[in-house]
Protein backbone atom coordinates (compact mmCIF):
# COMPACT_ATOMS: atom_id res chain seq x y z
CA UNK A 1 0.00 0.00 0.00
CA UNK A 2 1.57 3.43 -0.69
CA UNK A 3 1.99 5.60 1.75
CA UNK A 4 -0.74 8.72 1.54
CA UNK A 5 0.82 11.85 1.81
CA UNK A 6 -2.17 14.50 2.51
CA UNK A 7 -5.46 13.85 3.74
CA UNK A 8 -8.70 16.02 2.85
CA UNK A 9 -11.72 15.89 5.97
CA UNK A 10 -14.24 17.05 4.44
CA UNK A 11 -17.02 17.21 7.52
CA UNK A 12 -20.75 17.07 5.98
CA UNK A 13 -24.49 17.29 7.15
CA UNK A 14 -27.07 17.06 4.29
CA UNK A 15 -25.00 18.46 1.89
CA UNK A 16 -26.70 16.67 -0.94
CA UNK A 17 -27.01 19.91 -3.42
CA UNK A 18 -23.05 20.80 -3.48
CA UNK A 19 -21.30 16.96 -2.71
CA UNK A 20 -20.75 16.04 -6.05
CA UNK A 21 -19.06 19.38 -7.47
CA UNK A 22 -17.18 19.68 -4.23
CA UNK A 23 -15.52 16.25 -5.04
CA UNK A 24 -14.77 17.05 -8.36
CA UNK A 25 -12.78 20.29 -7.66
CA UNK A 26 -11.01 19.03 -4.85
CA UNK A 27 -10.00 15.84 -6.35
CA UNK A 28 -9.08 17.95 -9.83
CA UNK A 29 -7.07 20.26 -7.55
CA UNK A 30 -5.25 17.01 -5.33
CA UNK A 31 -4.25 15.24 -8.75
CA UNK A 32 -2.70 19.07 -10.17
CA UNK A 33 -0.42 18.66 -7.10
CA UNK A 34 0.90 15.09 -8.10
CA UNK A 35 1.21 13.61 -4.95
CA UNK A 36 -0.63 10.40 -2.79
CA UNK A 37 -3.96 11.65 -1.90
CA UNK A 38 -7.08 10.41 0.18
CA UNK A 39 -10.51 12.36 0.77
CA UNK A 40 -12.21 11.46 3.66
CA UNK A 41 -16.15 11.88 3.85
CA UNK A 42 -17.28 12.27 7.36
CA UNK A 43 -21.15 11.93 6.97
CA UNK A 44 -22.31 13.62 10.28
CA UNK A 45 -25.37 11.53 10.33
CA UNK A 46 -27.22 13.37 7.34
CA UNK A 47 -30.96 12.70 6.52
CA UNK A 48 -31.02 13.87 2.94
CA UNK A 49 -29.20 11.67 0.07
CA UNK A 50 -25.29 12.99 1.05
CA UNK A 51 -24.45 8.83 2.06
CA UNK A 52 -25.45 7.60 -1.00
CA UNK A 53 -23.72 10.23 -3.09
CA UNK A 54 -20.74 9.83 -1.22
CA UNK A 55 -20.82 5.50 -1.53
CA UNK A 56 -20.66 6.40 -5.70
CA UNK A 57 -18.06 8.90 -5.12
CA UNK A 58 -16.18 6.30 -3.56
CA UNK A 59 -17.24 3.33 -5.67
CA UNK A 60 -15.76 5.84 -9.04
CA UNK A 61 -12.46 6.54 -6.76
CA UNK A 62 -11.05 4.10 -4.05
CA UNK A 63 -9.02 7.09 -2.82
CA UNK A 64 -12.56 8.60 -2.05
CA UNK A 65 -13.01 7.04 1.54
CA UNK A 66 -16.38 7.26 4.30
CA UNK A 67 -16.49 7.65 7.43
CA UNK A 68 -20.48 7.68 8.37
CA UNK A 69 -22.59 7.14 11.62
CA UNK A 70 -26.34 8.26 12.96
CA UNK A 71 -27.22 10.20 14.16
CA UNK A 72 -25.99 13.65 13.59
CA UNK A 73 -22.90 15.00 16.54
CA UNK A 74 -21.28 18.22 15.23
CA UNK A 75 -18.46 19.36 13.25
CA UNK A 76 -16.15 19.10 16.33
CA UNK A 77 -17.21 14.76 16.46
CA UNK A 78 -17.20 14.63 12.52
CA UNK A 79 -13.30 16.28 12.10
CA UNK A 80 -12.29 14.03 15.48
CA UNK A 81 -13.56 11.02 13.58
CA UNK A 82 -11.97 12.02 10.14
CA UNK A 83 -8.23 12.60 11.95
CA UNK A 84 -8.89 9.25 13.19
CA UNK A 85 -9.09 8.08 9.86
CA UNK A 86 -6.66 9.71 8.22
CA UNK A 87 -3.25 8.34 7.26
CA UNK A 88 -1.70 11.08 5.83
CA UNK A 89 1.71 12.91 6.76
CA UNK A 90 -0.33 16.01 6.50
CA UNK A 91 -3.93 16.64 7.16
CA UNK A 92 -5.74 19.21 5.63
CA UNK A 93 -10.06 20.13 6.80
CA UNK A 94 -12.38 22.13 4.56
CA UNK A 95 -16.31 22.89 4.14
CA UNK A 96 -18.31 20.84 2.31
CA UNK A 97 -19.71 23.68 0.36
CA UNK A 98 -16.22 25.33 -0.76
CA UNK A 99 -16.89 28.55 0.81
CA UNK A 100 -12.96 28.24 0.59
CA UNK A 101 -12.52 27.17 -2.73
CA UNK A 102 -10.23 24.48 -3.54
CA UNK A 103 -7.19 26.12 -4.73
CA UNK A 104 -6.76 26.33 -1.22
CA UNK A 105 -6.00 23.31 -1.03
CA UNK A 106 -2.78 24.22 -2.92
CA UNK A 107 -1.89 27.07 -0.60
CA UNK A 108 -2.12 25.16 2.53
CA UNK A 109 -0.11 22.20 1.29
CA UNK A 110 2.60 24.16 0.14
CA UNK A 111 3.13 26.50 3.43
CA UNK A 112 2.73 23.06 5.32
CA UNK A 113 5.76 21.49 3.12
CA UNK A 114 8.00 24.36 4.48
CA UNK A 115 8.05 22.41 7.51
CA UNK A 116 8.11 25.83 9.52
CA UNK A 117 4.79 25.13 10.88
CA UNK A 118 2.89 22.50 12.50
CA UNK A 119 -0.70 24.38 11.89
CA UNK A 120 -1.61 26.43 8.95
CA UNK A 121 -4.57 28.57 9.71
CA UNK A 122 -6.88 29.75 6.26
CA UNK A 123 -7.76 33.30 7.20
CA UNK A 124 -10.30 35.60 5.47
CA UNK A 125 -9.74 38.43 8.44
CA UNK A 126 -5.68 39.21 8.24
CA UNK A 127 -4.46 41.28 5.41
CA UNK A 128 -4.45 40.12 1.86
CA UNK A 129 -7.95 37.90 2.78
CA UNK A 130 -11.18 38.67 1.60
CA UNK A 131 -14.87 38.33 1.92
CA UNK A 132 -16.84 38.03 -1.13
CA UNK A 133 -20.79 37.73 -1.44
CA UNK A 134 -21.45 36.98 2.33
CA UNK A 135 -23.96 38.48 4.06
CA UNK A 136 -23.05 41.58 6.29
CA UNK A 137 -24.62 40.52 9.01
CA UNK A 138 -23.06 37.10 9.12
CA UNK A 139 -19.65 38.79 8.03
CA UNK A 140 -20.45 41.47 11.06
CA UNK A 141 -21.13 38.72 13.71
CA UNK A 142 -18.24 36.67 12.67
CA UNK A 143 -15.72 39.66 12.82
CA UNK A 144 -16.72 40.63 16.14
CA UNK A 145 -16.61 36.92 16.86
CA UNK A 146 -13.13 36.66 16.17
CA UNK A 147 -12.19 39.69 17.88
CA UNK A 148 -13.32 38.72 21.17
CA UNK A 149 -12.01 35.27 20.56
CA UNK A 150 -8.76 36.80 19.73
CA UNK A 151 -8.30 38.18 23.53
CA UNK A 152 -7.97 34.11 24.50
CA UNK A 153 -5.52 33.54 22.17
CA UNK A 154 -1.49 35.30 22.72
CA UNK A 155 -0.47 36.60 19.31
CA UNK A 156 -2.38 38.40 16.77
CA UNK A 157 -4.40 35.38 15.51
CA UNK A 158 -7.29 36.93 13.08
CA UNK A 159 -9.60 33.85 11.93
CA UNK A 160 -9.68 31.02 15.23
CA UNK A 161 -13.20 29.56 14.07
CA UNK A 162 -12.82 28.81 10.32
CA UNK A 163 -12.25 25.33 9.31
CA UNK A 164 -10.07 25.40 7.00
CA UNK A 165 -6.66 24.61 8.22
CA UNK A 166 -3.53 22.34 7.78
CA UNK A 167 -2.12 20.06 10.37
CA UNK A 168 0.81 17.66 10.47
CA UNK A 169 -0.76 14.69 11.50
CA UNK A 170 1.58 14.37 14.35
CA UNK A 171 0.14 17.13 16.20
CA UNK A 172 -3.32 15.88 16.17
CA UNK A 173 -2.09 12.32 17.13
CA UNK A 174 -0.13 14.29 19.93
CA UNK A 175 -3.21 16.32 20.83
CA UNK A 176 -6.63 15.12 23.77
CA UNK A 177 -9.83 16.36 21.55
CA UNK A 178 -13.17 16.11 23.09
CA UNK A 179 -15.20 18.47 21.64
CA UNK A 180 -18.27 17.63 19.75
CA UNK A 181 -19.27 20.95 17.90
CA UNK A 182 -17.75 24.16 16.81
CA UNK A 183 -15.60 24.83 19.40
CA UNK A 184 -13.16 22.74 18.30
CA UNK A 185 -12.08 24.80 16.42
CA UNK A 186 -10.79 26.56 19.68
CA UNK A 187 -9.93 24.05 21.38
CA UNK A 188 -7.12 22.84 19.15
CA UNK A 189 -5.20 25.98 19.07
CA UNK A 190 -5.64 26.10 22.63
CA UNK A 191 -3.70 22.79 23.13
CA UNK A 192 -1.33 22.98 20.40
CA UNK A 193 -0.38 26.87 21.53
CA UNK A 194 -0.18 25.33 24.98
CA UNK A 195 2.34 22.81 23.99
CA UNK A 196 4.25 25.07 22.06
CA UNK A 197 3.19 24.00 17.96
CA UNK A 198 3.91 26.57 15.44
CA UNK A 199 0.93 28.32 14.18
CA UNK A 200 0.87 30.70 11.37
CA UNK A 201 -1.84 32.25 8.85
CA UNK A 202 -2.32 32.65 5.55
CA UNK A 203 -4.91 34.96 3.52
CA UNK A 204 -7.60 33.41 2.39
CA UNK A 205 -11.07 34.22 0.23
CA UNK A 206 -14.69 33.43 1.75
CA UNK A 207 -17.08 33.64 -0.60
CA UNK A 208 -20.84 33.17 -0.10
CA UNK A 209 -22.75 29.53 0.02
CA UNK A 210 -23.93 29.46 -3.72
CA UNK A 211 -26.27 26.43 -2.93
CA UNK A 212 -27.84 23.96 -0.11
CA UNK A 213 -28.38 25.73 3.05
CA UNK A 214 -25.87 27.10 6.16
CA UNK A 215 -25.70 24.97 9.17
CA UNK A 216 -24.49 28.23 10.96
CA UNK A 217 -26.73 28.80 14.57
CA UNK A 218 -26.19 31.88 15.88
CA UNK A 219 -26.87 31.23 19.61
CA UNK A 220 -25.25 27.93 20.25
CA UNK A 221 -22.35 28.76 18.52
CA UNK A 222 -21.95 32.40 20.05
CA UNK A 223 -22.68 30.59 23.62
CA UNK A 224 -20.13 27.85 23.16
CA UNK A 225 -17.43 30.46 22.35
CA UNK A 226 -17.70 32.57 25.01
CA UNK A 227 -18.12 30.16 27.64
CA UNK A 228 -14.85 28.42 25.80
CA UNK A 229 -13.32 32.31 25.76
CA UNK A 230 -14.03 32.64 29.78
CA UNK A 231 -12.38 29.37 30.39
CA UNK A 232 -9.52 29.99 28.42
CA UNK A 233 -8.95 33.52 30.29
CA UNK A 234 -11.35 33.90 33.27
CA UNK A 235 -9.23 37.14 34.25
CA UNK A 236 -10.85 38.73 31.59
CA UNK A 237 -14.50 38.60 33.44
CA UNK A 238 -13.11 38.26 36.72
CA UNK A 239 -10.72 41.34 35.95
CA UNK A 240 -13.03 43.63 34.59
CA UNK A 241 -15.97 42.90 36.68
CA UNK A 242 -13.22 43.47 39.97
CA UNK A 243 -11.86 46.70 38.48
CA UNK A 244 -15.68 48.67 37.94
CA UNK A 245 -16.41 47.16 41.54
CA UNK A 246 -13.14 48.39 43.24
CA UNK A 247 -13.51 51.81 41.25
CA UNK A 248 -17.32 52.00 41.98
CA UNK A 249 -15.96 51.79 46.19
CA UNK A 250 -13.21 53.78 45.57
CA UNK A 251 -15.58 56.71 44.02
CA UNK A 252 -18.26 56.28 46.52
CA UNK A 253 -15.66 56.07 49.30
CA UNK A 254 -14.79 60.26 47.83
CA UNK A 255 -17.87 60.97 47.51
CA UNK A 256 -18.66 59.42 51.24
CA UNK A 257 -15.54 61.65 52.85
CA UNK A 258 -16.27 64.96 50.90
CA UNK A 259 -19.98 65.00 51.66
CA UNK A 260 -19.18 64.33 55.61
CA UNK A 261 -16.53 66.91 55.76
CA UNK A 262 -18.91 69.72 54.12
CA UNK A 263 -21.98 67.99 56.91
CA UNK A 264 -24.10 67.25 54.00
CA UNK A 265 -23.81 63.73 54.45
CA UNK A 266 -27.68 62.23 54.76
CA UNK A 267 -27.67 58.86 57.03
CA UNK A 268 -30.61 57.85 55.46
CA UNK A 269 -28.45 56.81 52.29
CA UNK A 270 -26.07 53.85 52.58
CA UNK A 271 -23.67 55.45 50.66
CA UNK A 272 -21.14 53.81 53.45
CA UNK A 273 -22.55 49.96 53.48
CA UNK A 274 -22.41 50.32 49.41
CA UNK A 275 -19.28 51.53 49.39
CA UNK A 276 -18.15 48.27 51.89
CA UNK A 277 -20.05 46.10 49.97
CA UNK A 278 -18.53 46.97 46.45
CA UNK A 279 -14.61 46.99 47.33
CA UNK A 280 -15.35 43.63 49.19
CA UNK A 281 -16.64 41.79 46.20
CA UNK A 282 -14.65 43.84 43.82
CA UNK A 283 -11.51 42.61 45.56
CA UNK A 284 -13.29 39.07 45.62
CA UNK A 285 -13.56 39.05 41.69
CA UNK A 286 -9.82 39.96 41.55
CA UNK A 287 -9.03 37.28 43.61
CA UNK A 288 -11.11 34.82 41.77
CA UNK A 289 -9.13 35.75 39.30
CA UNK A 290 -5.72 35.31 40.03
CA UNK A 291 -7.09 32.01 41.16
CA UNK A 292 -8.47 30.67 37.95
CA UNK A 293 -5.02 31.96 36.27
CA UNK A 294 -3.48 29.11 38.69
CA UNK A 295 -5.88 26.96 37.13
CA UNK A 296 -5.37 27.60 33.75
CA UNK A 297 -1.60 27.14 34.17
CA UNK A 298 -2.45 23.50 35.58
CA UNK A 299 -4.36 22.98 32.88
CA UNK A 300 -1.67 23.76 30.62
CA UNK A 301 0.55 21.36 32.10
CA UNK A 302 -2.00 18.91 31.46
CA UNK A 303 -1.91 19.11 28.29
CA UNK A 304 1.89 18.68 28.07
CA UNK A 305 1.63 15.49 30.14
CA UNK A 306 -1.30 14.59 27.96
CA UNK A 307 0.51 15.38 24.89
CA UNK A 308 3.53 12.91 26.30
CA UNK A 309 1.65 10.09 26.95
CA UNK A 310 0.25 9.82 23.61
CA UNK A 311 3.62 10.29 21.80
CA UNK A 312 5.07 7.51 24.14
CA UNK A 313 1.96 5.26 23.33
CA UNK A 314 2.38 5.59 19.72
CA UNK A 315 6.10 5.09 20.42
CA UNK A 316 5.11 1.95 21.89
CA UNK A 317 2.71 0.83 19.51
CA UNK A 318 5.65 0.96 16.74
CA UNK A 319 8.09 -0.95 18.58
Request: charged residues 25%.
Amino acid sequence: MEKVDLSIIIPMFNEEEVIDETIKSVTAELDSLNLNWEIILVNDGSTDNTLDLCRQASVRDDRVKIVSYSPNRGRGYALRQGFNTASGDIVISIDADLTYSSDHISLLWNEMKKNESDIVLGSAYMKGGKVIDVPFKRVLISRLGNLILGFSFPGKIKTITCVLRGYKKKVLDSLELESDDKEIHLEILAKAISVGYRIKEIPAVLKGRKKGKSKFKFKATSISHLAFSFYQKPMIVFGILGFFMVLGGFILGIIFIIQRYMGTLNPTRPIFILMILLLLAGIQMLSFGFIANQIGSLKKEIYRLQKQGRDILKLGKKN
